[in-house]
């Protein structure tokens, strides 16, 4: 029933996720979050290609014009902050 392409998304969900909680440096942190949006724009395209839900698509790329905003901000904010206060690791003062 499962194809590759979604276990292979779940474990990448379960990697971002671990990323996401046992780091403290703001870019593994933000690293992790893209991890988590792509395993779900891969779960979106394969459960349409796979389990034949042609509706995912547009979830897909809308998933996609997300990340790239997402990315985007997260740059610009990581570039302020540390330029501000020269730190990397965020719960370090």
């Known amino acids: 029933?499962?194809?590759i392409d979604i276990v292979?998304?779940?474990?990448?969900?379960?990697?971002?996720l671990f990323g996401?909680?046992?780091n403290k440096d703001f870019l593994r942190i933000f690293f992790s979050l893209e991890i988590l949006i792509n395993s779900v724009i891969l779960l979106?395209?394969?459960?349409?290609?796979?389990?034949n839900l042609p509706d995912n698509i547009p979830f897909a790329y809308m998933v996609m014009v997300l990340a790239t905003l997402?990315?985007?901000?997260?740059?610009?904010?990581?570039?302020?902050?540390?330029?501000?206060?020269?730190?990397?690791?965020?719960d370090d003062e």
Do not use: C, Q, R
């Open 1 to 3: 029933m499962f194809s």
């Open 8 to 16: 292979f998304s779940f474990a990448l969900f379960a990697i971002g």
């Open 20 to 22: 996401l909680v046992s």
């Open 44 to 51: 979106l395209a394969s459960s349409a290609k796979y389990l």
């Open 70 to 90: 997402e990315a985007g901000v997260g740059i610009l904010i990581f570039a302020t902050a540390n330029k501000l206060t020269n730190i990397v690791v965020p």
